[in-house]
């Protein structure tokens, strides 16, 4: 024995020798001048790191620091997030370590590494019926892994065209390969232990040792760090053998190499209660394999069942299994009394009205299951809301569902697990909802080879045991006895009932490491042991001593100004002066005369936001102390005066009764909160009144200008005198920039009064683009500037977005990248961040480049506020300043952010980066051409035009005109059912807003009546708001037409509804105009105008000079009067009507788009030659 102490000592003691670093005066002084050092973690990579529910940092990196922070003197401010967010700190030098870090080629370019303190097997996992015969046949699969993984570079280096699915975490990749949507994961074996353990993903299963070194795990520190790496490898080297074991022990190796006390210590009331009670009946669902289950003796066996008979044995409970006809039932016994206890149940609010639970002693994921018939991957359940969607009665997760999706039928309930499968496999129900390892258990047992999990639902079963409510001493009896179980006894279980496919080998040499570990352990352990008892008899005697010191205890409590009080909840024992002086009380004694405890003087009324005395039978202490996480307040009146306080509570060591509560006065705090909430509401409501005033003026001045646009689009084709034609322009640009402000202002105060929505759909984003670059084509060919598009090719051809919203955030970016570039390029690239086709999601990044004015430093701040713009801008380049504020908060909604680089006389680039945004699976609908209205001829028809302005009616009649319609006129919608009755309408343009009778209840009765419900009924409105036009839809319109109503878009609207011809193609037009003319002098021609006149526009086009342009025009009329050509003549009398006009914009458009003319020609006289060579 006494050898053995010696041997103890002499141990330890060469452990307390290692323990001192010996750093250098130059290390201690840094430390001195930087004690804090910032440390980023990954916030979900158990067990290196992660954090907890309360936001706790966890892991084996956090043992680590703790142990350099004890020896060094260190101290480490945590910074915990997503890996990807981790690295972009790091590498912005935000941050000075990483905690836990592999040491790879591309990290080493920024960063430092210390010596590892822990190498582990990089492993490949995939389902259990995938056939991976080595390590290479990897590159034939999806792999799913967190962004920023060192195992994407090793891969990446490799297979170099081996496929990525890039998610969030390690976590999220594992449910990625298990739910189908990748094949294989990759990474360190007890990360990949830990998360299938934990998450019970039980179809997974380690296929391959990868051929990858062990990854060898260091801190990372800045390459501007030398002397911190200095410090921390000493701190590392100087961490004992046993340390390290112990740390690996505790997140990695399995538990059984300890020893562990079971004795359960119940109280005195836990005893008694047992003695009472007797026979405790429990019972749990006896069709739910392999958790609980009959077997054919008639018993209860499972994982349950198994994990109860081991903590009767603890303590010999007398518990008896009730047998239940199905899981129904057992909730309807436990709901009469008829049962003490469930053996397995989750939480849920109904079941808390007549049960509490006991701590959670599982948990499993529920997913969402197909047959072969519907096995494509179901991302939400709203995706196939239309389906059979079954699952077994009486589970909690049906409460959740009907709760999170209110839209989603009822759920069908069968009575078990393997009835609801059944129906599945034979195709009477389309999915079923379960949990994965009754899923596996079932369709391995009976053979339902035909299903598979299809996607997540979100849901995951925690269970516990439920206990009665009266049965509160049974409810802490199952929480002791939970808690005496090891994680080896759980997994025993475990094993035993779903047996994984995991071969491996016995390494002895381990098995004998940790045999003498253990030893050492064990004498360590003894060693301990007895000091802490000598140590706790130490304290024993100092507690008495220290309470027999009233006087010191009163002196520190009497220091502080919030009010302590030391009670059991119901009466008080002692108090602070502050007690005395708040509450207006001589001493304790007066205070007791009137009240037996503070809680007395608390004001019940508001019971749901302040805490009471008592509220389910739990004193307003106790409630403090079960629930640490949350925050208390009490209302107290003194002196006719109400106060709050801020209540905190502590147990008093070696006493089970007294506890320690502080009150802290935040009444004044309180008061300013209300102030804030109420000037926030009435900072809402003015905005709120002051958008819905902007959206009425917008429509008040949107019907005028219906008039004003389309009255002028008329005259444009009647007016032939260039003067009267420049007037006539003037008007129309200002008519279209006028209801650009309006458009602006409108989207502007939809955006703040919250009515507008973004409506997502299948998109092709090519086309899109290409599609607005249209739209600009001749904008940008007036300018002669230099526009190019660069798509990245990995952009799927199918995304679902907004494209309404898109375009519009579009339209406004380019059109000010044009506005403000007179010279030189801009440029619109558009990329895939990730490279990556296959994702279910992507982040698009769209650029626009421009070599413009650009923006002062000073005012990129300020650039996407409303009604901002550069100074003096409005008097050249006029705006409202509302586009970039639009683009802002558009994209804000759409989920993205938008940024500004720009530097004044060099440019800007706008850059909008939309994250997650879905790929479709599905085309977007085909959608046609622009009509043009030139070129079609409509069949007879008559139609009703329904308005109360005449104006409005007559503008309709005279953009019809050159067509062979009838029009029949009405002023509101009771005239029109008068003229309904007496004429053959083929098609009826409504006005919404009428005298009398309107627009709405117009289309109500019409399209209730048969004899008029088939005519087809357009609504015209100046309205745009969202529940305007759903009315539209909902009172039985066909379609819609926005005031000021264009006469393309009133052409190409009338077009869906009635029946029209085409006219010839116009080159085939022009070329059959040439099938007289001699191609000796048509060649001739082409001669001229595409050698020396080609060669003069070039030259004189971007002058600007009109003297220049006037000569070049006498020499194309003067080579046309040899030649009759239309294509020509039509371009000449153009380009001379605009050089009268002095229309600057047209004519630039003129010039720069000769070489197009040419091009024409040229293709017209080789259709002619081939013709007359045909």
């Not at 808690?483 to 098995?511: F, M």
């Amino acid at each position: 024995m006494n050898f053995l102490r010696l041997f103890i000592i002499l141990f330890l003691f060469v452990i307390n020798l290692n323990a001192t670093i010996l750093l250098t005066d130059e290390e201690k002084q840094w430390i001195s001048n930087n004690p804090i050092v910032k440390a980023g973690v990954d916030e979900n990579w158990p067990p290196f790191d992660f954090v907890d529910n309360k936001r706790n940092y966890l892991g084996i990196s956090s043992d680590y620091l703790s142990l350099i922070s004890e020896s060094t003197g260190l101290k480490f401010e945590i910074y915990s997030n997503k890996w990807s967010k981790v690295m972009s700190k790091i590498q912005a030098k935000e941050i000075d370590i990483l905690a836990c870090a592999a040491n790879t080629e591309a990290r080493r370019e920024y960063l430092d590494f210390t010596s590892s303190y822990l190498d582990v097997d990089i492993v490949v996992v995939g389902k259990k019926n995938l056939n991976l015969k080595t390590f290479d046949d990897v590159q034939n699969y999806k792999v799913a892994l967190p962004k920023g993984n060192f195992v994407h570079e090793k891969l990446k280096k490799r297979f170099p065209k081996i496929e990525f699915i890039f998610v969030k975490s390690n976590e999220e990749a594992l449910k990625y390969v298990s739910y189908g949507k990748a094949d294989v994961y990759i990474g360190n074996l007890p990360v990949v232990t830990y998360i299938i353990n934990n998450n019970l993903l039980t179809n997974l299963q380690v296929k391959q040792k990868s051929d990858f070194e062990q990854a060898k795990l260091s801190i990372g520190v800045l390459k501007d760090k030398k002397i911190l790496l200095s410090i921390l490898n000493k701190a590392l080297n100087n961490i004992s053998k046993e340390k390290k074991q112990k740390i690996a022990t505790k997140w990695i190796l399995n538990d059984s190499t300890f020893t562990q006390d079971y004795n359960i210590n119940l109280t005195k009331k836990e005893k008694d209660w047992l003695l009472s009670h007797g026979k405790i009946n429990i019972s749990g669902d006896s069709f739910w394999p392999p958790y609980s289950f009959l077997n054919k003796d008639g018993n209860y066996v499972g994982m349950v069942p198994d994990l109860v008979d081991l903590m009767v044995k603890k303590i010999n409970l007398n518990i008896e299994y009730e047998h239940s006809l199905n899981w129904a039932d057992t909730i309807t016994s436990m709901k009469n009394r008829k049962l003490d206890m469930i053996d397995a149940i989750s939480y849920s609010p109904s079941r808390a009205e007549f049960m509490n639970f006991s701590t959670k002693y599982f948990a499993a994921e529920i997913v969402i299951i197909g047959n072969k018939n519907n096995e494509k991957y179901i991302s939400s359940l709203m995706k196939i809301k239309n389906k059979k969607i079954a699952t077994v009665k009486g589970y909690s997760v049906i409460e959740s569902i009907s709760k999170d999706y209110p839209l989603l039928p009822d759920l069908i309930k069968v009575n078990s697990p393997l009835q609801g499968l059944r129906n599945l496999s034979n195709s009477q129900l389309d999915y079923f909802i379960l949990d994965i390892p009754s899923f596996e258990y079932y369709s391995k047992a009976y053979g339902l080879s035909n299903l598979k999990i299809v996607g997540p639902t979100g849901y995951r079963y925690e269970y516990g045991f439920g206990i009665l409510k009266e049965h509160k001493e049974l409810v802490s009896i199952m929480n002791k006895l939970l808690n005496s179980i090891s994680t080896d006894e759980k997994d025993e279980i475990y094993r035993k009932w779903i047996k994984i496919d995991y071969e491996e080998k016995i390494d002895y040499d381990l098995v004998w490491k940790i045999v003498v570990i253990s030893f050492i352990i064990l004498l360590g352990i003894i060693y301990w042991n007895r000091k802490l008892k000598i140590e706790i008899e130490e304290k024993e005697i100092a507690q008495e001593k220290l309470s027999e010191s009233k006087d010191f205890v009163s002196a520190i409590m009497n220091s502080q100004l919030d009010i302590i009080v030391v009670t059991n909840g119901k009466e008080i024992n002692q108090v602070n002066q502050a007690f005395n002086d708040v509450l207006n009380f001589k001493d304790l004694e007066e205070f007791k005369k009137e009240h037996k405890c503070i809680s007395d003087m608390f004001d019940t009324k508001n019971y749901e936001d302040f805490l009471v005395p008592i509220k389910n039978g739990i004193v307003w202490i106790d409630e403090i102390l079960n629930n640490p996480s949350k925050s208390y307040k009490v209302k107290i009146l003194i002196k006719k005066k109400e106060y709050i306080f801020k209540v905190v509570a502590s147990r008093i060591k070696n006493n089970r009764l007294l506890k320690t509560a502080v009150f802290h006065d935040i009444t004044e705090l309180e008061n300013l909160y209300k102030d804030l909430i109420v000037a926030k509401d009435n900072a809402l409501s003015a905005a709120r009144h002051k958008s819905e005033f902007l959206a009425n003026m917008s429509h008040e001045i949107r019907t005028p200008m219906n008039s004003v646009i389309g009255f002028t689009d008329l005259l444009e084709k009647e007016i032939t005198n260039p003067i009267q034609r420049d007037y006539l322009s003037s008007i129309q640009k200002g008519g279209v920039a006028l209801l650009a402000i309006i458009n602006d202002i409108l989207d502007l105060s939809k955006i703040e009064a919250g009515k507008m929505s973004i409506n997502n759909e299948s998109v092709n984003p090519k086309n899109l683009i290409m599609e607005v670059e249209s739209i600009f084509h001749s904008k940008i060919v007036s300018k002669n500037v230099n526009f190019s598009i660069d798509i990245d090719n990995s952009i799927p051809d199918f995304i679902i977005i907004d494209s309404v919203r898109l375009r519009q955030i579009l339209f406004n970016l380019i059109g000010n990248a044009i506005k403000f570039t007179e010279q030189g390029s801009i440029t619109l690239k558009v990329q895939n961040l990730y490279k990556d086709s296959i994702k279910s999601k992507i982040d698009l990044v769209i650029s626009i480049e421009d070599t413009g004015i650009g923006i002062e430093e000073k005012q990129l701040k300020n650039i996407f506020n409303a009604f901002e713009q550069q100074s003096n801008q409005d008097t050249k380049f006029g705006g409202t300043g509302l586009g970039l504020a639009i683009c802002s908060k558009l994209v804000t909604m759409m989920n993205g952010d938008i940024y500004v680089e720009s530097e004044r006389g060099v440019g800007s680039t706008f850059t909008i980066y939309l994250k997650d945004i879905a790929v479709s699976s599905l085309g977007e609908q085909i959608t046609t051409q622009k009509l043009d209205y030139s070129n079609i001829v409509f069949e007879k028809a008559t139609i009703l035009v329904v308005d109360d302005i005449e104006e409005n009616r007559k503008l309709v009649k005279a953009s019809l005109k050159e067509f062979d319609f009838k029009i029949v006129m009405a002023e509101n919608g009771k005239v029109a059912l008068d003229r309904l009755k007496n004429i053959n309408i083929d098609l009826i343009l409504m006005d919404l807003r009428m005298p009398i009778l309107n627009g709405y209840e117009a289309a109500r009765i019409i399209k209730n009546d048969n004899k008029f419900k088939n005519i087809p009924l357009v609504a015209l409105t100046a309205s745009v708001m969202g529940k305007d036009l759903e009315k539209v839809g909902e009172f039985g319109f066909d379609a819609y037409l926005r005031k000021p109503v264009i006469i393309s878009d009133l052409i190409e609207k009338i077009s869906e509804f009635l029946p029209y011809e085409f006219l010839n193609n116009t080159i085939d037009k022009e070329s059959e105009d040439l099938k007289d003319l001699d191609l000796k002098l048509f060649n001739e021609l082409i001669e001229l105008l595409n050698g020396s006149l080609k060669e003069e526009n070039r030259e004189i086009k971007n002058k600007g000079d009109f003297l220049l342009i006037a000569s070049f025009l006498d020499k194309l009329i003067e080579i046309s009067s040899k030649v009759e050509i239309k294509l020509l003549s039509n371009y000449i009398e153009e380009l001379k009507n605009n050089i009268d006009s002095f229309d600057i914009e047209k004519v630039d458009f003129l010039m720069n788009s000769y070489e197009e003319l040419v091009d024409k020609l040229i293709l017209m006289k080789n259709i002619k030659g081939n013709v007359k060579n045909g």
